[in-house]
């Protein structure tokens, strides 16, 4: 059974900061991976979405890596801003059914 | 173009009662997912349709809960008997196609059930 993990569970920095968030996965056969930002009492929005065969993507200052070898993705966040505070999810689409299972998410603060 | 939407955005209902959440999906889209996300549990999955076929329905956690989708368009998930546990927020997400394709999440229905 596929299992997704985030750390840290909470991050607090200040504004301007460059910060990695860490996302690991027991099974290694999976379509892709897709990182997510949810605002308190909003829905999922989508931020990048890597394929099994990819190892990055980059949108804007958005950094995600993908080690499917190791199950290990990690969202780097460049020149962070008070704007990025959110809870952020990973979610991985399984190859044995296909749906997202998703880690408990890490709660970013940024302190202006 | 338009999202995924979902209605009601809120919904109290009393326990015993039955409750019908609906997802409007993006347009051509073929896959459909119900998730739940509740506080102690995180974000589950519920059901996946491929068209108007649900090839897994294995996330369902009673047989109160069902779901049909019609028209490979609009969606409706049903909780019959509402338990106080049912409370949740309901997430719909819906992709190009079943397999290797983004997911993209509607803003979910807040159910209560007192």
């Known amino acids: 059974k596929q299992e997704v993990t985030q750390i840290p569970a909470a991050l607090s920095v200040p504004e301007g900061e460059n910060l990695v968030l860490n996302c690991s996965f027991t099974d290694s056969a999976i379509y892709n991976l897709q990182w997510f930002r949810q605002d308190p009492g909003k829905g999922l929005t989508s931020l990048l979405l890597i394929q099994s065969s990819q190892r990055e993507q980059t949108s804007g200052r958005l950094n995600a890596s993908l080690d499917k070898s190791s199950g290990r993705s990690t969202l780097y966040i460049a020149a962070s801003q008070p704007g990025d505070s959110a809870t952020y999810l990973c979610?991985?689409?399984?190859?044995?059914?296909?749906?997202?299972?998703f880690g408990q998410g890490t709660r970013l603060t940024i302190n202006p | 173009g338009a999202g995924v939407s979902q209605s009601p955005s809120n919904k109290v209902t009393e326990k015993g009662k039955d409750v019908e959440l609906r997802c409007d999906p993006i347009?051509?889209?073929?896959?459909l997912y119900w998730y739940r996300q509740s506080l102690g549990q995180g974000l589950e999955f519920l059901i996946y349709?491929?068209?108007?076929?649900?090839?897994?329905k294995s996330g369902l956690p009673s047989d109160r809960f069902s779901a049909e989708r019609t028209g490979g368009s609009v969606s409706t998930l049903t909780i019959q008997r509402t338990q106080q546990e049912d409370s949740a927020v309901y997430l719909c997400?819906?992709?190009?196609?079943?397999?290797?394709?983004?997911?993209?999440f509607g803003p979910g229905t807040r159910l209560t059930v007192t």
């Open positions: 997400a819906s992709s190009l196609d079943s397999l290797d394709y983004e997911q993209y």
């Open positions: 347009s051509g889209h073929t896959a």
């Open positions: 349709f491929q068209g108007n076929s649900a090839p897994d």
């Open positions: 979610a991985v689409n399984d190859q044995g059914a296909q749906k997202l299972v």
